[in-house]
């Protein structure tokens, strides 16, 4: 059993640690009007080291011209373009595009901000290469947009989802999951909104470590109640998954405000980018209760319950002790890289 648990632990260890392929993190083109026809152009596209940048490259609508001599520079594992440009009749109703994306494993977030203050926010990906910008994006698409960057946001932030994953294997019982997880995401609602208004202003990188932290914290209350030491967590889920929630909300709000909200349409994108985020976390809670039960019914058929309960208990002990050597080293990276 002690083999096992190393074994978690090394491989929780391994699988912190960032990917190395720069396919797999995401590229960012920001397109912002200065005067009619006119925008500031910044490209962001992965790359590895100082000298290997994933090869996608950008083509603006046919007569689109460059008013500055463009800037580049390999900076914190992306290649950075920068650039005035300037089209007659400007960019509105025209296609944008990424070429060479459909041959990679990444996407690229787009952010158009007009002169009046407008937003439009895309996700291109392999399979959707480009987009029309548009003069002021309607609710209707304000509201898909932002859904969807809800849903994707919590499916790829793993530090959530683990998060999530532990409250799920402390409390097990579906109706006290469905509490806890519902306590979980009014909070984070409630500092997500304070956060992105404005009326809450926390540094980025304490709130990451301290998410960390709190990983770190509901793994270790795994360990406690599966030695027969339930404490206030195991008790009350609910309520540490409200406290702690208001702390994930921070991170979320740190996201969204890459990406910005439509001066014409906060509520809407407010309101779309949390039933994303709850879309996608429920998801994820069922597919994860799905598959222990269907382990647990499986199990009963071929040994005794007793058998049974025994090894699932192991079973979250060697999960808790990976959850835990996960969020121990985001904890130390962040930490450091909050203090470097």
Do not use: C
């Not at 800037?71 to 990424?98: C, K, P, Q, W």
């Not at 480009?130 to 002021?136: G, I, N, P, R």
């Not at 989802?161 to 579906?174: N, P, Q, T, Y």
Request: charged share 15%; glycine share 8%; hydrophobic share 55%.
């Amino acid at each position: 059993m002690k083999r096992l648990l190393v074994l978690f632990a090394a491989l929780g260890g391994l699988l912190a640690q960032p990917a190395r392929s720069d396919e797999l993190r995401p590229g960012y083109l920001e397109l912002r009007q200065i005067a009619s026809g006119t925008y500031n152009l910044l490209f962001k596209i992965p790359a590895r080291g100082d000298d290997l940048r994933l090869a996608i490259y950008l083509k603006l609508p046919e007569g689109t011209q460059n008013v500055t001599v463009p800037r580049a520079s390999f900076s914190d594992g992306a290649y950075v373009e920068r650039r005035t440009i300037r089209r007659d009749g400007g960019l509105i109703g025209h296609v944008v595009s990424i070429e060479g994306l459909s041959a990679t494993s990444t996407d690229v977030l787009v952010r158009v901000e007009s002169l009046a203050g407008a937003i439009q926010t895309e996700r291109l990906s392999p399979t959707r290469t480009a987009f029309v910008l548009q003069a002021t994006p309607g609710a209707g698409a304000v509201a898909a947009t932002y859904l969807r960057l809800g849903v994707d946001h919590i499916l790829f932030g793993f530090d959530h989802l683990l998060f999530v994953l532990a409250l799920v294997i402390l409390v097990r019982d579906w109706r006290r999951v469905a509490v806890t997880v519902t306590a979980f995401t009014i909070a984070h609602s409630i500092t997500l909104a304070a956060a992105t208004l404005g009326f809450v202003n926390v540094p980025g990188p304490p709130v990451e470590a301290t998410i960390a932290l709190s990983i770190m914290l509901v793994a270790v209350e795994i360990l406690n109640a599966r030695r027969g030491m339930p404490s206030f967590t195991a008790r009350l889920p609910w309520l540490v998954a409200f406290s702690f929630g208001l702390l994930h909300g921070l991170g979320f709000a740190g996201a969204l405000a890459e990406v910005g909200l439509p001066q014409h349409a906060i509520p809407v994108a407010l309101l779309f980018f949390n039933i994303g985020v709850e879309m996608g976390q429920l998801v994820f809670v069922g597919a994860a209760l799905s598959i222990m039960w269907l382990f647990r019914q499986a199990a009963l058929r071929l040994f005794e319950t007793t058998l049974v309960k025994r090894a699932f208990d192991r079973l979250d002990v060697a999960v808790a002790y990976g959850i835990g050597a996960v969020a121990a080293y985001w904890l130390i990276e962040r930490t450091t890289a909050f203090f470097a």
